[in-house]
Nanobody, 112 residues
Framework: VQLVESGGGLVQPGGSLRLSCVASGFTFRLYHMNWYRQAPGKEREVVATISPSGITTSYRESVKGRFTISRDNAQNTVYLQMNSLKPEDTAVYYC??????WGQGTQVTVSS
């Protein structure tokens, strides 16, 4: 199993980034997928979850209305569109198949 995140970087407050996670080694379309993040000195927290079909999504309160999770089952890829970014969104972002496996993470830094 492999999960490979990309799309992180340095962005100014109010900016946008789109994270991608390409999955392989398991039947992607059957699993809920999650984006988590971990800031320095803090515990890893779930950011967003999407159902296998992509119909149902959920978000932590602090990102509702700013982040959108989506997936392309034909491409075994899950995305996280992040808009109106804030400095407190700075963290390493990870994708996961419901906690079974994890990618290596991609750094997101929001700073002026």
């Amino acid at each position: 199993v492999q999960l490979v995140e990309s799309g992180g970087g340095l962005v100014q407050p109010g900016g946008s980034l789109r994270l991608s996670c390409v999955a392989s080694g398991f039947t992607f379309r059957l699993y809920h997928m999650n984006w988590y993040r971990q800031a320095p000195g803090k515990e890893r927290e779930v950011v967003a979850t999407i159902s296998p079909s992509g119909i149902t999504t959920s978000y932590r309160e602090s990102v509702k209305g700013r982040f959108t999770i989506s997936r392309d089952n034909a491409q075994n890829t899950v995305y996280l569109q992040m808009n109106s970014l804030k400095p407190e969104d700075t963290a390493v972002y990870y994708c996961s198949d419901s906690g079974r496996h994890w990618g290596q993470g991609t750094q997101v830094t929001v700073s002026s």
